[in-house]
């Protein structure tokens, strides 16, 4: 498929359908998409460059059919629809879908998120999602920066201590915390580093300002997460 790739997350109540701020991911290892995939090594959002006519045009000829066909089959859906699509030039074109939230794009988009996660997802759990307020988000940018450990994705090194981690902005997710309190590596995706700012110009400065501090032996991050789009290089 030609195209970007856009990450959108929905949460689905039966028929209604909630989208959030659509993302972009990064799977391969390397700076300019090079080397093999990976979990994800990075994200931001907003999308500049994906006008609102087409992400109305994913919620409404996607997703919500997806939704009300499951409800058609007697399988109403309560909870998280991801749907990974690519931006064709034909439109856009499913590439997966999943039911859970997506490392990493949920850290850069939650982080922009103003309403109260918990009450949005009750909503969907209790069956009133359709009454839900209309969702507020922080003005900016947010940019996820993912610390891999050393051979990741093959099999990662795993034990190192890291240093510097305890700070905002700074997510665990391989990791583990010794009895004498240090911080260890336990898995090839270790850290996420989440940057926020007024534009992805400044989303990327926090993110990567704050990566100076962090130390983890042999460890590795893509250097370009959110830099064609600052850059104004994707376009439809």
């Not at 700076?31 to 006519?53: E, K, V």
């Not at 997966?96 to 969907?124: H, I, K, M, Y």
């Amino acid at each position: 498929l030609d195209g970007p790739e856009v990450s959108l997350f929905c949460v689905v109540d039966g028929e209604t359908v909630v989208p959030l701020l659509p993302a972009q991911d990064f799977k391969r290892v390397g700076d300019n998409d090079s080397g093999p995939n990976t979990g994800g090594m990075g994200a931001y959002t907003p999308l500049p460059w994906l006008p609102a006519q087409v992400l109305t045009q994913i919620v409404d000829e996607i997703v919500k059919p997806v939704a009300a066909e499951m409800v058609s089959r007697g399988s109403a859906f309560s909870g998280l629809l991801y749907a990974g699509l690519a931006i064709t030039s034909a439109g856009p074109s499913v590439v997966e879908f999943n039911c859970r939230f997506g490392d990493p794009e949920t850290q850069a988009v939650l982080s922009l998120l103003e309403s109260p996660l918990g009450q949005l997802l009750n909503a969907a759990a209790t069956g009133t999602l359709a009454s839900f307020e209309e969702l507020r988000w922080r003005d900016g940018a947010a940019v996820t920066v993912v610390v891999a450990a050393e051979n990741y994705p093959g099999r990662p090194r795993v034990g190192d201590v890291i240093t510097g981690s305890e700070a905002d902005g700074v997510l665990y997710a391989g990791t583990a915390r010794r009895e004498d309190g240090a911080v260890v590596s336990t898995g090839g995706r270790v850290l996420s580093v989440v940057g926020t700012g007024a534009d992805l110009d400044g989303a990327r400065t926090a993110a990567y300002t704050a990566l100076k501090s962090i130390k983890l032996p042999g460890s590795h991050f893509r250097t370009d997460i959110g830099l064609a789009a600052a850059e104004g290089r994707i376009s439809l």
